[in-house]
């Protein structure tokens, strides 16, 4: 990350609703984001949770970016599976395609979970997502981008002729080697809002993150990300946009 930049993104995982309820609070998010990954009924959603994500992203000029996953409801998208490539090829397509029949400008896309992480370092895996975004690009005439972590999916996208975006975790413990700590162990989550909104002016100032064992990791990312899900993400949200802001650092989309 460049340091001393004077703009970031601030994205996070809406539209996340199962059996009805949403898993975050929306409307309280919406305000103080500037990207929203929009489920698309892969893991969470349907068409009205859809509909109901863009009306708040235009009402408060957040960018809308997809958030597919495997198709794994039952798991909410957390379970890795071994879906043969044109499966999921036409599964994350379908799930894309899906948000702009509800009404998206679509400007980039996210994958989900357990797909997040496999794209990494599953070069089969990578293809076959980088492949279906490219083809939904061609159906809104625009290459959208890919936001993620470095890996497989960053030579795929490539391939793919889309741009890829790094991200950084403002909620989750990373690890000395730059990946995050799993959920399962101490570390995962972070909760208290001080720390989360330092963090990510630390982030943005001079592009490092610290690890749970305390080194410094360097961390190249355009985009910071606030899980929606996560208990007290919006007073977390709310203080990363305030300590943005109070450094001088304006939170904007780079789409």
Known sequence: ???????????????????????????????????ANVAAGGHAGDEA??????????RYGVAVGAHPSYPDRTGFGRVRLSLPVGELRASVAAQLRALVGAG?????????????????????????????????????????PILGLEGEITHAAAGAGLPFVTEAFLDR????????????EPGALL??????????????????????D???VSVDAASLCVHGDSPG?????????????????EVRAPW
Request: glycine share 8%.
């Open 233 to 249: 993400a919006v007073a977390m949200a709310a203080a990363v946009r305030e300590a943005l802001e109070a450094a001088g650092i």
């Open 1 to 35: 990350m460049d340091a001393g930049r004077t703009a970031i993104d601030l994205n996070a995982d809406l539209g996340e609703t199962v059996d009805g309820v949403p898993t975050a609070d929306d409307a309280a998010l919406f305000p103080l984001i500037s990207s």
């Open 49 to 58: 949770s859809m509909r109901e994500a863009v009306a708040l992203a235009e």
């Open 104 to 144: 998206a400008d679509l400007r980039y896309v996210k994958p989900h979970g357990a797909l997040y992480h496999a794209v990494r370092d599953d070069p089969a895996q990578a293809k076959a997502v980088a492949a279906a975004i490219a083809d939904v690009s061609a159906d809104v005439g625009r290459a959208l």
């Open 214 to 216: 305390g080194t410094l």
């Open 191 to 212: 909760h208290d809002p001080d720390e989360v909104a330092a963090r990510a002016v630390r982030l943005v100032a001079e592009g490092v993150v610290e690890a749970v």
């Open 173 to 184: 413990g990373y690890l000395a080697s730059g990946a995050l700590v799993p959920r399962s």
